[in-house]
């Protein structure tokens, strides 16, 4: 869901920076604190967050893990935050993986020119896809 979110997030930016004046009065009128750009960023800020928070979580709960009782402990509450944890660490790489690509699924060479024009691509890290068509 993340991945997706963020894969669209380039063209988000887009269409804001192409309506701008429409945007910015329509925060007027709402009376929002908050720029539609920065409110459309805060589920991916929030999934950094959540990762942070787990990991404390769990770094807590494994030095006061005596303080747990038979029924928190036999239900394995501590492995299922392990888990928890390990899920919502791959979740920010695969989220900044799906907005680089976003940003290069949509690129007009006609408008901005050769790609490599703009400097040297630079592999990441490998990255996982999935096609529906397998």
Known sequence: MYSKYALNLPKADYILS???WFFSDLRKTLNLKKSLK??????????????LMLQALVSHLERH???????ESSGGVLDKLRHSQSVMTRIPKE??????LGKLFDYDASVYGN????????LQSSMRLL????
Do not use: C, W
Not at 95 to 100: K, S, Y
Not at 115 to 122: E, F, M
Not at 131 to 134: C, G, I, L, N
């Open 65 to 71: 893990g005596e303080e747990l009782t038979v029924e």
């Open 95 to 100: 989220v900044n993986d799906m907005m680089q």
């Open 115 to 122: 790609i490599t024009a703009h400097g040297k691509l630079i």
């Open 38 to 51: 920065d409110l459309l960023i805060e589920p991916i800020q929030r999934a950094m967050r959540y990762q």
């Open 18 to 20: 192409e309506f701008e």
């Open 131 to 134: 096609s529906h068509f397998e």
